[in-house]
Nanobody, 120 residues
């Protein structure tokens, strides 16, 4: 399973960016799809995700500013980021977990990462 991200870039504080991620490959079903981010020298942390029951989960610092959405038919997930702050600067990674098609074998996949830079 391959995840391809798009939409990162440079924006001024207070601005907005939209990230998109498309999954492809031998996908039977995707349970969870979402976004993590990684600051320099830190481990990846969850930003937002859509769970199997369509519930949404957000990291506290992005609540009210970021919105995650998922299109199950297209195997895509999006992250709408508004009111961006310099502290949101990081590499953002798409993530998905589910089952391979034709089997009950689970998969977990990461995108290649897309850089988001928010200038003061």
């Amino acid at each position: 399973v391959t995840l391809v991200e798009s939409g990162g870039g440079l924006v001024h504080a207070g601005g907005s960016l939209n990230l998109s991620c498309a999954a492809s490959g031998a996908i039977g079903s995707i349970y969870i799809m979402g976004w993590f981010r990684q600051f320099p020298g830190k481990e990846r942390e969850l930003v937002a995700r859509v769970n199997k029951d369509d519930s949404e989960q957000y990291e506290d610092s992005v609540k009210g500013r970021f919105t995650v959405s998922r299109d199950n038919a297209k195997n895509t997930v999006h992250l709408q980021m508004t009111s961006l702050k310099p502290e949101d600067t990081a590499v953002y990674y798409c993530s998905a977990a589910g089952l391979y098609s034709g089997s009950n074998s689970p998969f977990g996949a990461w995108g290649q990462g897309t850089r988001v830079t928010v200038s003061p």
